[in-house]
C-alpha cells in the first residue's frame, strides 16, 4: 500500500466501494419506500399508526436526477429545525440516492471545509450514507410505503409542519 502524509491511500478504494454500496441500497429503499422516479414535484406526508408522520419533498426533476427533502413532519424544540432531515439527491440512471446533507437532530455535524483531505470527505459521506441508509431501513419497518405517502394540501406553505395550517 502507498502512504502519504495524511494516511493510507489503500483505504479509500474500498471505503468507495462501501459508500457506492450503501448509496446503490438507499436508492432501492428510497423507491420502495416512496416511488419517487414517478411521483410529481410537491410535498407529501406519510402517516403510519402512531408513528410521526414522514414529510417528503421532491424539490427539483431534471432528466436523470430527482432532488429531495426527506425529514419528519416535526420541529426540533430546541434547534427550531426539522429533525431528522436528509437533503439527497437521486441519480435515477444510475440507481444510486447520495445524501447530499443530513441533520440527525440535536446539533450538527461539522462542515468540511474546502481543502479538506479526501480520506477525511470520504469518512463525512460514509457516515450521511449510513445515517440516510439506517433511516430508511427504519421507516420500512415502520410501514411506510408509496401506499401512505399523500400530497400536502397545496394551500400550505413550504417549510411548515405537516400539522401546521397557514394563516
Known amino acids: 500500500m502507498l502512504m502519504d502524509g495524511r494516511g493510507i491511500i489503500g483505504l479509500l478504494p474500498r471505503r468507495f466501494g462501501l459508500l457506492m454500496g450503501l448509496q446503490a441500497e438507499s436508492y432501492h429503499r428510497i423507491e420502495r419506500l416512496f416511488a419517487v422516479r414517478e411521483r410529481p ?30 425529514t419528519y413532519a416535526f420541529h426540533d424544540p430546541e434547534t427550531g429545525r ?33 481543502h479538506a ?14 445515517f440516510l441508509s439506517r433511516w430508511l431501513e427504519y421507516l420500512s419497518a415502520q410501514g411506510h410505503s ?10 400550505w406553505t413550504r417549510g411548515l409542519s405537516v400539522c401546521e395550517a397557514p394563516e
Open 41 to 70: 414535484l410537491g410535498v407529501y406526508t406519510s402517516t403510519v399508526g402512531d408513528t410521526l408522520d414522514v414529510r417528503l419533498e421532491v424539490q427539483e426533476r431534471h432528466a436523470y436526477t430527482l432532488q429531495l427533502e426527506l
Open 82 to 114: 426539522r429533525a431528522p432531515e436528509a437533503q439527497i439527491r437521486v441519480y435515477t440512471d444510475a440507481h444510486l440516492a447520495e445524501a447530499l446533507h443530513c441533520h440527525p437532530g440535536r446539533g450538527r455535524w461539522d462542515v468540511l471545509d474546502l
Open 117 to 130: 483531505p479526501a480520506a477525511e470527505i470520504l469518512r463525512h459521506r460514509l457516515r450521511m450514507a449510513s
Open 146 to 155: 408509496p401506499f401512505t405517502l399523500r400530497p400536502v394540501h397545496e394551500g
